[in-house]
Structures are given as C-alpha cells and as structure tokens.
C-alpha cells in the first residue's frame, strides 16, 4: 500500500514529467557556481519554489485542468520533501511542522514574486530575491537572477496550458 503512494501512473505520469523538469531546472550549476545561489537544502527548496510559482503563474488563469494540474504538482513538491527530510533524519514529530514552515515560506514567496512580475517591477522583484534567496545579496547575482526569472516567466507564458498539462514544459537556460 505504502508503495502506491510513489508509483506513477498514466493519469500522473504529466505531473511527474513537469515536476522533473522543474528540479532538474532547479539543479542547474550556473545558479549555484556563478550567482552564489546557496548550495544548501534551502538553497535548492528556494530554487524549485521560484520555477514552481513560474509555473503556477501560467496556469492560475487557467480554469478546471489548469488549476487541478498546479494543485498536483504541489502536493507532489511536498510529498517530495517530506521524504527528503526523513530521509535526512528529521523524526515523525518534526516532519509536519518543518512541512508547514515550508509552505509558509512557499506561498510568502509566491506571493511576493507574482506581485513583483505582475507589476513588472524589476528593483521589487530584486528585493524579493535578496531577501529570499540569496544569504550574502550580491547585486550582480541578484540582478542575473531577476532577469532571468522574467526570461523565464515570458517563456513559460508562450507555452500552451495544454501542452504544460500534458507534461512539457520548456525551459531557457539562465546563461
């Protein structure tokens, strides 16, 4: 029975196609090596929840498939790091309160991004950023790193909802 709950399926297999691509996305050494991301779990969770809320702001407008496919995406963002942290070490008591911190700190983002793009203000979005994200905010990075998310934010907006829902969706490099 346990297993089930990881096993893919053909009505998941879109879900868990995006979702890969976004941790894979996530993972690019350019973020960590050349704009000082933050190598650290919170570094890389700060990093999948800025590409998933890309996500999410391409398909809020979307009605019914577009909204149940971002709530799936999410639950498997955090099914994915409650097994991190276990398997980190963090005991069953800790698990659910360090999993609503997270999502504290998802949603705040999230927010806080999107109301930066929607008013396509590049020095809040920075803000976002150095606040965020980066521990130590180096200008430069931080404005790399801003640019880049409207970039990706364009690219996205250009993908169709159907094609995304259907497990595709593409990515810019951040060089």
Do not use: C
């Not at 990881?6 to 704009?35: C, G, L, M």
């Not at 498939?65 to 099914?79: C, E």
């Amino acid at each position: 029975m346990i297993m089930n709950l990881f096993r893919k399926n053909t009505a998941t297999e879109p879900v868990y196609a995006v979702y890969s691509a976004i941790v894979a996305q996530s993972r690019q050494p350019h973020f960590y090596a050349d704009w000082h991301v933050p190598d650290t779990v919170t570094g890389r969770f700060d990093m999948i929840s800025l590409h998933m809320a890309l996500l999410f702001r391409r398909l809020r407008s979307e009605p019914g498939a577009g909204k149940d496919f971002s709530q799936a995406v999410f639950d498997l963002f955090f099914k994915d790091m409650d097994r991190s942290l276990r398997e980190m070490g963090v005991g069953d008591l800790g698990v659910p309160k360090r999993i609503q911190k997270m999502g504290n700190v998802f949603f705040g983002l999230l927010a806080a991004l999107s109301e930066a793009m929607d008013r396509n203000d590049p020095a809040a979005l920075q803000a976002v950023l150095a606040r965020n994200v980066f521990a130590d905010s180096q200008e430069a990075e931080v404005s790399a790193m801003a640019e880049y998310l409207l970039r990706q934010d364009a690219a996205i907006a250009r993908q169709s909802a159907e094609a995304i829902t259907d497990g595709t969706i593409e990515f810019v490099s951040p060089l």
